[in-house]
């Protein structure tokens, strides 16, 4: 990347930016190669080798170098996830608001959830009585959401497909709203030098635009002393601090400073007219990319939900008691059928998402455990890589390394059958998924959608323990 150019007035763009140094941020491009980070999932297993803690972000860790995740079973078991490193940032952030919130559970929206990154995280800072809503407004954008929060496992988790201007439905419906916005992606220049071509002093006004609609409309979801987290990957004050001005310029908001370590590196920053709190990130002065966050709390009113509620389909309780055995702690569930399907999500979310129902497009809600034939079930994926999962009810298949491989391909699996029927497919006793095991032959489950399409010979060993 010696001969790397940026695009025409972007440095002298940033010239007045706080914390800014020009020399050293063109080193840091030029010079230094992106890190890899990986954020582990704090219910299941896996750690690297010579891996260092990321400061900011629990269970979040650095690699020495970067291994061939698609060839990791653990990856596709949802025991980690690969995430930039200064993003994960909204953990310090997440888990300062819940040493200062009264609330004993709290209702979350990530409204510009894809690929799921941030939501991920959330999930892992929430506890079960606690509500994530992930919303992804670009439809085709939605499954990579929805498969990356099923791997994760999480059963407190709905996944929704709308505008920013729906959620307006839901007034004071949310204790924290986080709005990762879609900007002009100057933050991701060195890991991604075609984002450049992207970027232009024109391209940084309309993100501007873009990002003030996007929080006015959902800023009426948010409950009076809730908290807006606002970030970006832009270095742009355009898209920064000047938002935050334009936020406690248009509406009652209160800026809330975040604790952090001096050595972390990162740019405290306040905005001109408001003072309110920023966090910049640069390459040149932490191990990650380009970031700016910051956190307000609202000081108004703007009404509460309307008392109507939607209604479940009325089921008789013989119905539900087969499938109760296959999840953990059932009776802290509730059940739901979705056409032929029976659906699980923990009890204190049942009116949240009959609320949720009623106003928005749904996706994803809890966990899909799967269809009844008669009183035998054939087993949903999402159930396979599930926190809630029963496993003592089902049948385990270890396999090795290349056997796990075989089977996120769907090809055939050289192994010998001892057992007959459903089996829960592991490696390193982490479920990938199902396979119903015959005489002659296994049937492989894993949803094709998700395959490995590489054919490519296995990497050598190393660097996942």
């Known amino acids: 990347m010696d001969n790397l150019i940026f695009p025409e007035n972007f440095l002298d763009d940033l ?7 020009r020399e050293n941020f063109v080193k840091a491009h030029q010079l230094v190669a992106a890190p890899t980070s990986v954020r582990i999932n704090p219910n299941k297993k896996t750690s690297f080798a010579n891996a260092q803690p990321v400061p900011w972000c629990k269970d979040a860790y650095y690699l020495a170098e970067r291994p061939s995740f698609t060839f990791d079973p653990l990856f596709h078991a949802g025991s980690y996830y690969v995430q930039e490193a200064s993003s994960m940032f909204i953990d310090t952030i997440m888990r300062q608001i819940k040493t200062l919130t009264d609330e004993e559970t709290l209702k979350v929206l990530d409204l510009c959830a894809a690929p799921g990154g ?8 929430l506890t079960n009585e606690d509500l994530l809503v992930a919303n992804e407004i670009i439809k085709t954008r939605v499954p990579v959401l929805t498969d990356n929060l099923t791997r994760w496992g999480n059963p407190n988790v709905i996944v929704t497909n709308n505008d920013a201007k729906d959620f307006g439905r839901l007034p004071g419906f949310f204790d924290v709203v986080l709005v990762d916005a879609p900007c002009s992606g100057s933050g991701m220049f060195r890991k991604d030098t075609a984002a450049m071509d992207e970027w232009s002093e024109g391209n940084v006004k309309l993100c501007h635009q873009r990002q003030e609609r996007i929080l006015a409309d959902v800023y009426p979801a948010l409950k009076e002393n809730g908290y807006l987290i606002y970030s970006t990957c832009s270095y742009s004050v355009e898209e920064n601090e000047n938002i935050l001005d334009w936020l406690c310029e248009t509406f009652d908001l209160e800026s809330l400073r975040i604790n952090i370590d001096s050595e972390w590196g990162i740019v405290e920053t306040q905005s001109v007219a408001h003072k309110a709190w920023g966090y910049r990130f640069y390459p040149d002065k932490v191990k990650g990319e380009g970031l700016f966050a910051a956190c307000l709390i609202k000081k108004e009113d703007t009404g509460g939900m309307s008392t109507h509620k939607a209604k479940f389909q009325k089921l008789n309780p013989k119905e539900i008691d087969p499938l109760r055995s296959y999840i953990k702690d059932s009776s802290n569930y509730h059940f739901f059928k979705v056409a032929d399907d029976w659906l699980v999500i923990p009890d204190i979310h049942r009116d949240s998402m009959l609320t949720l129902q009623d106003r928005l497009y749904i996706k994803k809600s809890g966990i899909r455990i799967g269809k009844l034939a008669g009183k035998d079930l054939i087993p949903d994926h999402e159930l396979a890589l ?3 999962i029963n496993k003592d009810v089902f049948q385990e298949t270890e396999l090795t390394e290349d056997q796990a491989i075989a089977y996120l391909r769907r090809d055939n699996i050289d192994m010998e059958i001892t057992q007959k029927g459903w089996s829960l497919m592991t490696y390193k006793g982490e479920p990938l998924g199902w396979a119903k095991l015959l005489p002659s032959r ?5 949803p094709k959608e998700l395959r490995i399409l590489s054919q490519a010979p296995l990497p050598p060993k190393g660097g996942v323990e």
Do not use: R, V
């Open 118 to 125: 941030k939501s991920t995280l959330l999930a892992s800072t």
């Open 386 to 388: 599930s926190l809630i």
């Open 442 to 446: 296994i049937n492989n489950y894993y």
């Open 15 to 21: 010239a007045e930016a706080p914390g800014f140094d």
